[in-house]
């Protein structure tokens, strides 16, 4: 066959199964929306489209899934596309407000947090990085007053999302799932790197295991969210399967929900509001709302609804139905990626978007099928009462890429023309192998808030992101940049000749180079966040002032309404937050069936 023929035949393919899987896509029921629904589910998220799949088990209920996004598809569940797609409409685009600490070598000192606006949210966004967490996470929830939510109790629900693929799985009680609707593998792709850093690593010391066992401490090959080398999103695990086959579940794309109604004497839930097909429309709830737009939208949207602090509400013109700690204690990990030069290849992702790639793709291989370059991971307890425990404080993950192959990264992360052309660019002129390591602290500290602007809600919120308040956020990780550094002693990364990239930012320059202070200035510039913002609607008993909804997920004070999504979170995960989310949505809709007499 030619090479023309290569091509034509594998773009028609291509085509072939795009199509294929638009036609798995539920359908917007946007001629049918009922003016009442016995459940109203805001935003189709990690957690929203689980939860919807799970209401409508039951026949006699209806459902309403409402997304401000549109139709996921076949390129953004390529998983090499995660930087890319936030490039798109798919992505709300949200920027930290500016910082004088934080952040600053983006453009206006302001980091970009994407989040996923369509079928799937941030889980079509996401870099796949499937991780359960530390036991002790959830014990810490349950310890604040939250019964159902420890560790052990919560096996079953973890074990009930997750597919499994991992062959090498822990088999003991922390075993995996292997029959739910989220698919978990290894990547189908592996660069040298990978290689090399599983091996240093065991050289430092570190076991290689199951970090989703029973010891989180180690070293692994990431596993994904990927199965059969396709992008596993919630959309396509659990809304995928139903398609055709579910009656009583409702779904309306492009339709943005403006308002929570609530009566405010009673203060019972009894609706929404939402914008689509360009007119206000009124849909109304017998039983619930619950809001699953993630913990940016979430806050936002009970804050314009009357739900949030009564002093901040009334200042942007709202009438305050309950005063509540909505938006305060957000948390999100950063982790200041370093750049290593190295001799052996990496993945070039300016050369790959080629049909030689998209070929090897088709075939189920190549590097296509990386997890947005990710490739392996490993849990540190850098502070010793900490490792007696096995709950790790400090994530690294590497990636066999840089961001001098990869400008759409750069464009992602928002860094400012200057610092990349002193920092990058001669990288980029010599063609240079280079990879990367990010530090990613695990429980900081340092806590930030969403706000309103206005009573407006087209208008983004205020993010105040508040990274490095708290002392051990930095102390941490310049930690774990040294440990990153650590590993290059190793036989298995000398082998391929890898260093520190010897550039320095000029901003720290006067630190002196690797220094303590140096890297604590390099953080504060190159802040990269991992995108696990939450924690904004806070779970915990009613005596907790900081609290929004108890441990059932009822919003405080306010009745029919509750929040699934990573705002409950008391206490960010030690881990990528993406599987804690669907936990947190199977565990609900259990809690919702049983508070509603379906078992
Ligand atoms: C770029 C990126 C990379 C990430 N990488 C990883 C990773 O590798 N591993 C990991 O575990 N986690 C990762 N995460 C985090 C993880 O994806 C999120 O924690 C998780 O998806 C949050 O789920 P959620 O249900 O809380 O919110 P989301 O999944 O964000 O869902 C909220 C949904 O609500 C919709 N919505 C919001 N407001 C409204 C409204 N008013 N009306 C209608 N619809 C609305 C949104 O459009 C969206 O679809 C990443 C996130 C991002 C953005």
């Known amino acids: 066959q030619s090479y023309l023929g290569n091509i034509l035949f594998d773009g028609i393919e291509l085509l072939r199964r795009g199509q294929s899987q638009m036609d798995l896509e539920a359908v917007d029921d946007r001629d049918q929306i009922l003016p009442e629904y016995d459940f109203i589910v805001v935003g189709a998220g990690t957690a929203g489209c689980a939860l919807a799949a799970r209401l409508s088990e039951n026949p006699d209920w209806q459902i309403l899934l409402i997304e401000a996004g549109g139709p996921e598809n076949y390129i953004m569940d390529m998983p090499i596309m995660a930087h890319y797609l936030q490039l798109g409409e798919m992505n709300w685009k949200y920027r930290t407000q500016p ?22 949210g941030s889980s079509v966004l996401n870099y796949m990085m499937y991780t359960r967490a530390n ?19 919560l096996l079953p629900y973890f074990r009930k999302y997750e597919g499994s693929l991992i062959p090498d799985a822990d088999s003991g009680q922390a075993r995996h799932g292997r029959k739910g609707p989220v698919k978990i593998s290894y990547s189908a792709y592996h660069t040298p790197i990978a290689t090399a850093f599983v091996e240093a690593s065991q050289q430092a010391g570190l076991t290689r295991g199951d970090y989703n066992g029973v010891n989180q401490l180690g070293v692994s090959y990431l596993q994904a969210n990927i199965g059969n080398g396709t992008r596993c999103s919630s959309n396509r695990a659990y809304l995928y399967p139903l398609k055709g086959k579910r009656q009583n579940l409702h779904i309306k794309k492009k339709a943005l929900v403006t308002k929570v109604l609530i009566d405010p004497q009673t203060k019972a839930t009894y609706g929404i ?15 619930e709302v619950i809001v699953s737009a993630g913990a940016i939208n979430t806050p936002q949207l009970l804050m314009l609804s009357g739900v949030g602090p009564a002093k901040h509400l009334r200042e942007v013109g709202i009438k305050p139905i309950a005063d509540l700690a909505v938006g305060f204690n957000l948390q999100d990990h950063v982790a200041p990626a370093l750049t290593f030069r190295c001799n052996a290849s990496t993945l070039k992702f300016n050369n790959f978007l080629n049909s030689d790639a998209v070929g090897s793709f088709l075939r189920g291989e190549g590097p296509l099928r990386s997890a947005g370059g990710v490739e392996a991971i490993s849990f540190y307890a850098l502070d010793a009462a900490e490792g007696a425990k096995g709950w790790a404080d400090m994530e690294l993950f590497v990636a066999g890429t840089s961001i001098h192959w990869n400008q759409a990264l750069r464009v992602a992360l928002g860094i400012r023309g200057d610092v990349y052309e002193s920092v990058f660019s001669e990288l980029e002129r010599s063609n240079a192998n280079a990879f990367m390591i990010f530090p990613m602290i695990l429980r900081a500290k340092s806590r930030g808030r969403i706000r309103l602007k206005s009573r407006n ?13 708290h002392p051990y956020d ?51 510039h190159f802040t990269f966040t991992i995108y696990h913002y939450s924690g904004t609607a806070k779970m915990g008993p009613r005596s907790d002032p900081s609290a929004v909804v108890d441990a059932r997920l009822r919003v405080h004070g306010i009745s029919n309404l509750r929040v699934v999504d990573a705002s409950i979170m008391p206490y960010l995960v030690a881990g990528h937050p993406n599987g804690p989310v669907y936990l947190i949505a199977e565990k609900a809709t259990d809690m919702i069936k049983e508070d509603h007499n379906y078992t």
């Open 457 to 469: 809600p087209l208008q983004h919120p205020l993010i105040d992101a508040n990274y490095f308040a």
């Open 273 to 287: 509001m939402m914008q689509a097909d360009g007119r206000m429309q009124k849909v109304l709830a017998r039983k």
């Open 135 to 153: 036991r002790h996470d959830y014990d810490r929830w349950k310890a604040l007053g939250n019964p159902g939510w420890g560790y052990d109790e």
């Open 474 to 524: 930095l102390n941490i990780t310049v930690r774990g940049i040294k440990q990153a550094i650590s590993l290059l002693d190793q036989p298995a990364f000398r082998a391929i000749n890898a260093r520190v990239l010897e550039k320095q930012l000029p901003a720290c320059r006067r630190y002196g180079y690797q220094t303590d202070a140096y890297w604590s200035c390099y953080a504060r």
């Open 99 to 120: 910082s004088n600490s934080y952040c600053l070598a983006m453009n206006n000192n302001r980091c970009n947090w994407p989040r996923g606006k369509v079928m799937g």
